[in-house]
């Protein structure tokens, strides 16, 4: 999945083709620490990256959920793919807190749930962010 979320950040121009293989390697890098699977159907894979000091994400919907070896063991339908600059730990946080505090509310994750292509998921994130 992870793989695919990359992908999709290189074809609408949100990371550079030639920076694809560094993300998956820091992301791995990260995963390899633990889980970032945070419970309730939701991921946060995360990484520090050097090549952007503007932080940037992106978001897939899983109809079939998939492990993440999430420490609820609940199967993951909603990953937020963070990527932060490497140098700024508020805005890390910042990411990670604003992702967090989203996702706690039962309300944004049925809206994301019917979502059904980008731009409802678009809509969802303005109507509620």
Not at 40 to 68: C, N, W
Request: hydrophobic share 45%; net charge positive.
């Amino acid at each position: 999945m992870v793989k695919t979320l990359i992908h999709n950040m290189v074809t609408t121009g949100l990371i550079a083709k030639n920076h694809a293989s560094t993300v998956s390697r820091l992301v791995n890098e990260r995963e390899a620490l633990g889980s970032t699977a945070i419970g309730g159907g939701v991921a946060i894979p995360h990484a520090r990256i050097g090549f952007s000091d503007l932080p940037l994400l992106t978001f897939a919907l899983l109809q079939k959920g998939e492990g993440f070896n999430a420490l609820d063991g609940a199967p993951v339908h909603f990953v937020f793919l963070a990527l932060t600059p490497k140098d700024d730990d508020d805005i890390h946080r910042a990411v990670l807190k604003s992702i967090t505090a989203f996702v706690r509310q039962p309300i944004h994750l049925k809206a994301l749930s019917g979502c059904k292509s980008a731009s409802d998921v678009k809509s969802v994130f303005q109507d509620y962010a």
